[in-house]
């Protein structure tokens, strides 16, 4: 029995009888055996110039059947004999048989008498056995046999066609459509498969033959006619013009395979350089709004007006609630793509990106680091400054209601006191003159704290940096100018009263009395009404409460005060009596003082009409600081749920990123759960921003309620979607890695596992040491410190003494898996060159497609070895350039 051309021994005469018992000796199997056979030794004799008409004729002296075996094995046969002699043809016929034999066939009931006595089936018998040598033995598809392996192609082929079935050698080809299937796989432009039908087979067939001769160079060697019209096609004939298309589109398909490893690699190079160029572009965007940003965060120039500085606080917090939130994420996406690049750049044993210089992640991270501090710094010198301004509003309102009262008071005193009067005066006159100048050395005494108190304020308001000093002190300055005046003043006319008083005695001692309890009462009253007009601030309850119980305490005293002014009243009532009594002239003229009962009661009644209007004012201000207390409580409530939210969701983001808790998917998919319950969770921190506005706008400062600020919580929720973010790029990137390399969840699991037990502080590093005993823990052999030293220059190239678990995992990955490596797409491209040295633009365009053909145009340098011919390109440094192995 036959073994399908792999070898081994071939009875002819037991292939006879099975040929009889499977009806293959039909004539017209025959014919078509012969045809075939006959066209397909004429495809490779006309390579020598001949060819042959009748092949059991033609092969008897044994000439062309010898330069048939040369022909298709390319090696050379012994010289044959030239005689015409029987002897001579069968001694030609047995060196063909010894070849054929040499080759690892044996032919058994095959001898050079039948060949040379024109047996067609033995001649045809022995084409056959040549065939299955040369021309379809080297056909492998899975480790099959040769004719399971062709017809194993034949169905990969033919598989997307419809109407098209490839079973066997014999009916599946008889519609002529798998013939097209073949051709239209391989040469799409020679036919239009959409426009053929299964009821023409005559069509089909013979387009399949004339396209294949002409286009193929593969020569008709079926008949279209017995294909149709016999019932059984002849299998060795249709396997035989079927291994032709086999061999002729075997070339194109390894051209196919090269152009196809070309085009990942430079796809994957283009996908590269469009990260590469979005990186640069976020960078340079938002290093540039920071830059902007910058200059307005670093003002701290004020124009010392408090509606100016509301307003940079209004700006602020639109800042931090429009403008910002954006370069939040565009941050965050920008740290997402430079990963991602650097996992893609691993995966394809590509180098490292580094950014353009000011552009490195590291430099972005510290301008951010600079404008978190600058907002933290603007906005605590925004609420100062408002709390300063308010400060100097408040004292510039008390200097000026403190100085008004100063300079109505003091009108009129300097001509008084510098008035010769007291030398035109009755004794009792005199007398009262000098009791009226005692009087008012007591009140100018009782006024000198209030002119402290004036200086004081101007002081403090000066070193407050208030706007308008200049004017405050040029006021200030009259004052104690003025009451300089008036002291010396005073001391003056004190002396010259001395010197009357020796001769002025007489006194009026009710007018005195009244005199002498009417100032310091009048004073008193001056500096009750100052008290209760007097404007306070205060940022807690118990500064208020504080105030209310002094005025409380102030209201006990009334019915002291109210006893003091009936009795000072009734001295004035009792000089009225003495005077309507006794009918003295000008008695009720006080030569003492200028004050009068009227004046002091008008004071009185105003003092006691105060006293409920201080009590509505502080009562105001006391549901005032109630609110706030209540806006603290309200802050410190919410506060207290976000915060501990935030930092349970922080340690649940982190557990989950140490790769502890189920596979990478599992990972993922819990991380955008985190992700889209933190999203969810967004209106708890919009509804604190709008209390947090709330207790700023009402001057709350302090919260003794809860340790948490508005600051601390925006830091933790920007570091919570950071933290997410972070996290799921980095498993997207593991997955990557596993899916793009072959490695098992087992084995990222197990080197996961590894990396984690000896980074016992979680720091998502280890040291040198800890990275050793690591690999050793992972069966990693390490051969010395030398061995140890190229790894970690692998690991950590910016010798930071750390290894971070992605440089880890690329490590193991590569000790794990294979890559593409820039030989292979060396030799990719050398098989699209015809194995040149240098490949030319054409090949390129006809090879890849028109985009990645164009790229490899302008990249490439030209060829300029020996042998160079115009437009010659060299592939062998552009590969090497794509792994970062030249310097292209």
């Not at 299937?181 to 239009?192: G, S, V």
């Not at 749920?641 to 790769?659: F, N, R, S, Y």
Request: contains cysteine; charged residues 30%.
């Amino acid at each position: 029995m036959m073994n399908n051309g792999m070898g081994g021994e071939i009875d002819y005469m037991e292939q006879e009888e099975e040929w009889e018992r499977e009806g293959l000796l039909d004539p017209a199997w025959e014919r078509q055996q012969k045809k075939t056979f006959t066209a397909w030794c004429n495809s490779h004799l006309r390579k020598a110039g001949t060819g042959i008409e009748n092949i059991d004729e033609d092969f008897r002296n044994g000439l062309k059947l010898m330069l048939l075996l040369e022909v298709i094995s390319g090696e050379t046969l012994p010289k044959p004999d030239r005689g015409k002699m029987r002897f001579h043809k069968i001694a030609n016929v047995n060196k063909a048989l010894d070849y054929i034999a040499s080759k690892g066939v044996r032919l058994v009931s095959i001898g050079a008498e039948e060949i040379v006595d024109g047996n067609l089936k033995m001649t045809l018998g022995m084409v056959w056995t040549i065939i299955l040598r040369f021309a379809i033995q080297d056909i492998s598809v899975e480790e099959m046999t040769a004719k399971e392996g062709l017809l194993l192609w034949c169905q990969r082929k033919t598989a997307p066609y419809r109407n098209v079935n490839v079973q066997n050698f014999h009916l599946s080809w008889k519609d002529g459509l798998a013939f097209c299937a073949l051709i239209h796989r391989h040469r799409p432009d020679l036919l239009d498969y959409s426009k053929l039908s299964k009821d023409n087979p005559l069509e089909n067939l013979n387009l399949a033959f004339e396209i294949a001769e002409k286009h193929l160079d593969i020569p008709k060697m079926l008949d279209p006619y017995d294909l149709i019209n016999f019932p059984k096609p002849d299998e060795r004939a249709i396997m035989t013009y079927v291994s032709c298309f086999y061999h002729a589109f075997q070339g194109a398909q390894q051209a196919e395979t090269a152009a196809n490893r070309i085009c990942k690699v430079l796809k994957v190079n283009q996908e590269n350089e469009r990260l590469m160029e979005e990186y640069e572009r976020l960078a340079s965007d938002l290093l540039e709004w920071i830059r902007r940003t910058m200059p307005w965060l670093n003002n701290r120039q004020s124009d010392n007006a408090l509606a100016s500085v509301q307003k940079k606080l209004e700006e602020y917090r639109t800042y931090r609630r429009v403008h910002k939130p954006p370069r939040v994420e565009q941050k965050a996406k920008l740290e997402t793509n430079f990963n991602t690049l650097q996992t893609k750049l691993r995966l394809s044993n590509r180098p490292a990106y580094m950014p353009t210089e000011g552009k490195m992640v590291s430099d972005i991270a510290n301008a951010w680091k600079g404008l978190e501090t600058s907002e933290k710094s603007f906005e605590e010198w925004l609420l100062s400054e408002i709390m300063r301004l308010e400060r100097l509003e408040h004292l510039a309102k008390k200097f000026k209601h403190k100085s008004d009262i100063h300079e109505e008071w003091t009108k009129g005193k300097e001509e008084m006191l510098q008035s010769q009067d007291f030398r035109h005066c009755k004794l009792n006159e005199l007398k009262a003159l000098k009791k009226k100048h005692e009087a008012f050395e007591s009140d100018l005494a009782a006024h000198q704290d209030r002119v402290e108190q004036i200086a004081a304020i101007a002081h403090e308001l000066n070193a407050l940096g208030y706007h308008d000093s200049a004017s405050v002190n040029q006021r200030c300055q009259r004052i104690c100018d003025q009451w300089d005046r008036l002291g010396s003043f005073t001391q003056r006319r004190r002396q010259a009263l001395d010197e009357a008083e020796k001769v002025l005695e007489k006194i009026d001692t009710l007018h005195l009395e009244f005199a002498k309890r009417a100032a310091p009462f009048n004073n008193w009253l001056d500096g009750t009404s100052e008290d209760l007009v007097d404007m306070f601030i205060v940022h807690t309850i118990e500064e208020i409460q504080g105030l209310i119980d002094a005025h409380n305490q102030f209201k006990a005293t009334l019915g002291e005060a109210d006893k003091e002014y009936n009795s000072i009243v009734s001295l004035v009532k009792e000089v009225e009596s003495i005077a309507q009594k006794y009918q003295v002239p000008g008695g009720l003229e006080n030569p003492y003082t200028t004050l009068t009962a009227s004046t002091l009661t008008k004071k009185w009644n105003e003092v006691r009409q105060l006293v409920p209007q201080r009590d509505s004012t502080l009562q105001n201000e006391y549901r005032k600081q109630q609110n706030n207390e209540m806006l603290r409580r309200q802050f410190a409530e919410k506060g207290n749920q976000v915060g501990p939210w935030i930092e349970k969701q922080l340690d649940a983001v982190t557990a989950i990123g140490m790769g502890l808790q189920g596979s990478l998917e599992d990972q993922l998919h819990r991380l955008k759960e985190y992700q889209q319950g933190v999203t969810a969770y967004r209106p708890h921190i919009d509804e604190l921003e709008k209390i947090h506005q709330s207790v700023q706008e009402g001057m709350v400062f302090e919260n003794r309620y809860t340790q948490y600020t508005m600051e601390t919580l925006r830091v933790g929720w920007e570091q919570l979607l950071t933290s997410i973010n972070r996290n799921i790029n980095e498993v997207e990137n593991q997955i990557l890695t596993r899916d793009s390399k072959g490695i098992t969840q087992q084995q990222l699991t197990e080197f996961r596992g590894s990396f984690n037990h000896f980074d016992k502080n979680r720091t998502g590093r280890l040291a040198k040491d800890e990275f050793r005993s690591c690999l050793v823990s992972l069966g990693y052999s390490v051969q010395g410190d030398v061995d140890f030293s190229r790894i970690m220059a692998a690991v950590d190239p910016n010798n930071s003494g750390y290894v971070h678990f992605d440089a880890f995992l690329d490590f193991m990955t590569r000790e794990s898996t294979d890559t593409d490596t820039a030989e292979q797409v060396i030799d990719s491209f050398r098989i699209l060159a015809a194995d040149k040295p240098y490949i030319l633009p054409d090949e390129l365009r006809r090879e890849l497609p028109p985009d990645q053909a164009e790229y490899c145009i302008q990249r490439m340098q030209p060829f300029k070895g020996p042998g160079a011919v115009p437009g010659a390109l060299d592939y062998l440094s552009f590969s090497t350039a794509l792994y970062g192995e030249s310097d292209i």
